[in-house]
């Protein structure tokens, strides 16, 4: 959900919308500055890459397929288009880079016209190469890791380079993939927090059987998790308006702990 939440008035809804970024959240997305690589595209993705500076994009993937994460898949459409044909500027043209199980289910993604991407394909928008398992763009290496949760499909993706590491894992990934040798020892590790079991709003608390404990950890087992993984540092990503804590709530909770970050709309890290 983004921040605030529209019509929403509570106490974060109401200061997000007073002050802004970064009390204000948008949808999820990264953008790898090394390779132009855009990863997921929530529907406010055109003001998050207007916002950011970015000025090239030559590749995009998706972590999976939910709603906020492709909402705005359309962006191929708004970089390239040149509207005096109605196709693309060939120089602009994006790779859509996907693992075989989402280049699958790609397709369920339609307009009144049929599958998105088949018209982004006619047009000119996007191109399609497979990514393989292990993958490598310039000098930097990807691992897509798939994420055992039956029929729904998300993916875990590890960025190396010049002997760094990041695991990219920032939705729906219960079961962490933690025995693959590849996810261990991040320099970072980007991830959600998952449930607060606390301080949520109207009192709430999470049953047992919430379908939300099937896709998330509490947070205190996200912890655990990044200990396990021996992760020099941790940002929590997808952070979502029912967990009812402000941009302020969160910063407070990074100066108990120094490994620990909690991201922004347009933060950038160097790893």
């Known amino acids: 959900m983004v921040i605030p939440k529209p019509l929403c008035q509570c106490r974060v809804c109401s200061e997000a919308r007073q002050k802004g970024v970064p009390y204000a959240r948008a949808g999820p997305s990264a953008f790898l500055h090394d390779v132009n690589l855009l990863i997921d595209t929530p529907a406010e993705i055109c003001s998050l890459l207007n916002q950011a500076g970015i000025r090239r994009i ?3 993937t998706f972590s999976h397929l939910d709603p906020d994460h492709v909402e705005g898949f359309r962006v191929v459409e708004q970089i390239t288009l040149d509207f005096r044909t109605w196709r693309a500027y060939p120089e602009k043209q994006v790779c859509l880079l996907l693992p075989e199980e989402l280049n699958q289910r790609v397709r369920e993604l339609r307009s009144q016209y049929g599958p998105l991407v088949d018209f982004y394909q006619r047009s000119g928008f996007v191109r399609i190469e497979r990514l393989d398992r292990v993958h ?7 691992t897509a890791i798939p994420v055992d949760r039956g029929s729904q499909i998300a993916f875990v993706y590890v960025f190396e380079k010049a002997g760094r590491k990041v695991v990219y894992a920032p939705c729906d990934t219960k079961p962490f993939p933690e025995h693959r040798s590849e996810v261990n020892n991040p320099d970072l590790l980007i991830t959600q927090p998952g449930i607060f079991q606390t301080g949520l709003k109207h009192d709430f608390t999470y049953p047992p059987d919430h379908i939300s404990r099937t896709t ?10 990044a200990t396990r993984l021996q992760a020099k540092k941790t940002v929590f990503v997808h952070l979502e308006e029912y967990w009812n804590r402000s941009h302020d709530d969160y910063m407070a909770m990074e100066s108990d702990d120094p490994v620990i970050r909690f991201a922004y709309d347009g933060m950038q890290i160097t790893v």
């Open 58 to 60: 030559k590749y995009l």
């Open 136 to 142: 490598q763009i310039e000098d930097v290496r990807i």
């Open 216 to 225: 998330l950890y509490t947070f205190e087992e996200t912890l655990a998790l």
